[in-house]
C-alpha cells in the first residue's frame, strides 16, 4: 500500500511539474514530455482505482464510471481546440479517440486476455460487443450519408450542420435508451476473498482526482504539442487522430489491458468498450451540439478516408468480437488495422 500511494504522489508531482512547464513558459518540448509522463501516471491511477471499483459493482457500471472518467481528457481538448479554431484537431482527436479504443487497445486487451486464459481464447459476455458494434454503425450511418451527399454536390450538402444537430441528438437518444438498459442489466460480481486494499471512498476521489487532473494535464498537453509537432515535422492531422488519441485515451490502455492480464475478462472489455460507445454515441454528438456557441463549429462533416475506415472498423468490430470470444490473432489484426489508418494518416 505504501508503494501505491508513493507512486501516487510522484503522479501528483509529475502533473504540478508539468502545469509548472507550461505557465512557467518552458519549451514547448520538455512541456510536451512532462505532459506526457503525468498522463501516463494518471492512467495508472485510473487503473487501479477501477478495478477496486470494479469489486464492489458489476463491470457494466464499473466500465461506465471508468470510461467517463477516462474519457474527460477528449471532451476538453475539443472544447479547447474549438475555441482556438482548430477544427481539424477537433475533429481528428475525436474520431482518433474511437480507432485507438476500437483498434489498437482493444487488440492490446484481446492479446493480454489471451494470454491469462488457460487455452489462450479470450472469452466475455457478447451483448456489449453487439451493442457497441450497433452504435458505430448507427453513427457511421450519420457521416458516410453525410459523406456521399457532400462528395456528389446534392441538396442536403448544404445543410450539413442541420443534418448534424439532427444526428446528434438521434444518438444522444439512443445512447441513453442503451445505457439505462445496459446498466439495469449489469450482473453482480463474484464475493471478494478479504477486504479490497483500498476503500470505497479512496477508489472513487482517486478516480475522481486523476480524471480531473488527465484534463488539466490534457490542456497543456495540446498546447505544447502544435509547436512540438512543428518543429519535428509531424503533420497536424496525424497528430490529432494518433498522438492526441493515444495520449487522451492512456487510462483506457492501461486499464484494459491490467485487468485482461489479471483475467479480469468482463471488466476489461467494458472498460474499452464502453469507452468506444460513449465517445461515438454521447461525447461526439454532445460536441457537435456544444460546438455551436462557438465560432468554428464541429459538424459529422469527415475526410473521405475516415469515413470509410470508420465504417470499416465498426464492421471489424461485429465480425471479431460479437461472439463473446477472440484469439490472439484477432487481437493482431486489430492492431495491424490501427497500424494501417496510422500511415495512411501521416500522408493524408
Known amino acids: 500500500m505504501s508503494r501505491r500511494w508513493a507512486f501516487v504522489v510522484a503522479v501528483g508531482c509529475a502533473t504540478a511539474g508539468a502545469g509548472v512547464a507550461h505557465y512557467g513558459r518552458a519549451t514547448a518540448l520538455l512541456t510536451f514530455g512532462v505532459a506526457t509522463v503525468a498522463l501516463a501516471g494518471l492512467a495508472w491511477i485510473v487503473s487501479l482505482s477501477t478495478e477496486q471499483v470494479g469489486v464492489r459493482f458489476g463491470p457494466a457500471a464499473t466500465g461506465v464510471l471508468q470510461s467517463t472518467l477516462g474519457n474527460l481528457p477528449e471532451f476538453f481538448i475539443v472544447i479547447f481546440a474549438l475555441s482556438q479554431g482548430q477544427i481539424i484537431v477537433a475533429q481528428t482527436s475525436l474520431i482518433g479517440s474511437v480507432f485507438a479504443n476500437a483498434l489498437l487497445v482493444l487488440g492490446l486487451t484481446i492479446l ?7 487455452d489462450g481464447i479470450m472469452r466475455f459476455a457478447p451483448r456489449l460487443a453487439k451493442d457497441n458494434a450497433i452504435l458505430m454503425m448507427l453513427a457511421s450511418f450519420l457521416i458516410v450519408l453525410l459523406g456521399i451527399s457532400i462528395a456528389t454536390g446534392d441538396k442536403a450538402s448544404h445543410h450539413v450542420k442541420a443534418i448534424s444537430i439532427v444526428g446528434a441528438i438521434a444518438l444522444l437518444v439512443t445512447y441513453v435508451v442503451w445505457i439505462v438498459d445496459y446498466l439495469r442489466s449489469d450482473g453482480p460480481t463474484s464475493p471478494s476473498h478479504g477486504e479490497p486494499p483500498i476503500s470505497m471512498a479512496s477508489s472513487l476521489a482517486l478516480l475522481t482526482v486523476a480524471g480531473l487532473g488527465a484534463a488539466f494535464d490534457s490542456d497543456w498537453f495540446v498546447t505544447a504539442l502544435s509547436p512540438s509537432m512543428a518543429r519535428l515535422g509531424i503533420p497536424t492531422a496525424f497528430a490529432g487522430l494518433v498522438i492526441v488519441a493515444i495520449a487522451g485515451n492512456a487510462a483506457e490502455n492501461t ?10 475478462s468482463d471488466l476489461a472489455i467494458s472498460v474499452v468498450k464502453n469507452s468506444v460507445a460513449q465517445i461515438t454515441a454521447f461525447l461526439f454528438p454532445a460536441l457537435v451540439l456544444v460546438s455551436f456557441l462557438f465560432a468554428t463549429p464541429l459538424t459529422f462533416a469527415l475526410a473521405p478516408i475516415y469515413i470509410g475506415a470508420l465504417l470499416l472498423s465498426g464492421l471489424a468490430l461485429w465480425q471479431i468480437t460479437s461472439d463473446g470470444e477472440a484469439s490472439g490473432f484477432e487481437g493482431v489484426a486489430l492492431i495491424a488495422l490501427y497500424v494501417i489508418l496510422a500511415v495512411a494518416a501521416f500522408y493524408e
Not at 493480454?112 to 488457460?118: D, F, V
Request: with cysteine; glycine share 18%; hydrophobic share 45%.
Open 112 to 118: 493480454a486476455g489471451c494470454r491469462a486464459s488457460p
Open 255 to 264: 486499464a484494459g489491458v491490467v485487468l485482461a492480464l489479471k483475467g479480469q
